[in-house]
């Protein structure tokens, strides 16, 4: 006897029986609960583009105003948004859920690159993009600080070192590093020194543009061997840049740090992170969360 003859020589049975197992799927259908917001991945792209010193709204005219020109063109893009602030542009791009992130990264792509010739030529870097994730938090903060060593070496340890080693394990989708602080030399003009030796700013720029360069040198071709030349021309600290020479006046050099200060600084010295760290202490039978009364400068990794 198999379990198929039961429901043959019972047709009645096996009538009540499908009976209520559809009127059960009916009733458990309609109790079925529905997501009002559904956890839905829309493809999108972040292009950001710096331009330092510039005035959010030369960023909207001069950069945001060019690459939604271009952008505007993709198939499947949705909607475009751009947040403008001093020397930043963000432009979010999202697009359709049939469409590809991966071919619509490489039209982005494609946009920047024909959108560059309207782009500022000052820009030190071209915009990037990168994937992200709206619905996406942070699931780990990572503060970084330090009594000796100063914010730009503390910001290359989390830049270089964390922040790489933490996006290549396994599951981390994105790292980001708050209050960044590059490190820069930061050159301060005296007007009143430019004026008594009749120079210009744009005179400065020119000989620091040309003093701070990387090029290759050329090759020394012999008879028996050939040498490449090297010379590096980068300044990499106040110090070089204090004797560098900004104009020639009776026969002696002129040199920076005759006109102004010379500073080891940061890129943007407006922007810093803090982390307040938060004790437990026990009072009686519970507890009571308390802050620091201190507050730490830090860098902080946020990782996804």
Do not use: C
């Not at 946009?111 to 993009?129: E, F, H, R, V």
């Not at 000796?148 to 830049?159: C, Q, R």
């Not at 307040?276 to 620091?292: C, D, T």
């Amino acid at each position: 006897m198999n379990i198929s003859e039961l429901f043959i020589r019972r047709p009645i049975m096996t009538t009540l029986v499908m009976v209520g197992i559809l009127i059960f799927g009916l009733i458990s259908y309609q109790q079925l609960p529905v997501s009002d917001l559904p956890n839905v991945d829309y493809p999108t792209l972040q292009v950001t583009a710096n331009l330092p010193g510039a005035s959010p709204e030369t960023m909207a005219a001069s950069v945001a105003t060019p690459l939604e020109q271009q952008f505007s063109s993709i198939a499947g893009l949705s909607s475009m948004n751009s947040t403008s602030s001093l020397g930043t542009t963000q432009l979010t791009l999202q697009f359709d859920l049939n469409r590809d992130i991966d071919g619509a990264a490489q039209d982005v792509q494609s946009a920047i690159a024909k959108g560059a010739k309207q782009l500022p030529t000052n820009m030190p870097n071209p915009p990037s993009y990168r994937k992200v994730n709206p619905a996406d938090q942070p699931v780990l903060y990572i503060s970084l600080n330090s009594s000796i060593l100063p914010l730009s070496t503390v910001d290359k340890y989390a830049e270089t070192l964390l922040a790489q080693r933490l996006s290549m394990v396994d599951g981390v989708a994105q790292v980001q590093v708050f209050g960044s602080q590059k490190y820069a030399v930061r050159i301060q003009l005296d007007p009143e020194a430019l004026s008594v030796k009749g120079i210009g700013i744009d005179e400065v720029a020119t000989a620091i543009a040309n003093g701070n360069v990387n090029l290759p040198t050329g090759t020394l071709y012999g008879k028996q061997q050939n040498s490449t030349i090297q010379a590096n021309g980068q300044l990499n600290d106040a110090a070089s840049y204090r004797s560098l020479s900004v104009a020639y006046q009776n026969g002696a050099p002129v040199q920076l740090g005759e006109l102004g200060q010379v500073l080891d600084s940061v890129e943007n010295d407006k922007i810093a992170s803090w982390y307040f760290p938060v004790k437990k202490e026990s009072k009686g039978a519970g507890e009571q969360r308390s802050r620091g009364a201190g507050e730490q400068r830090s860098r902080g990794a946020e990782g996804k």
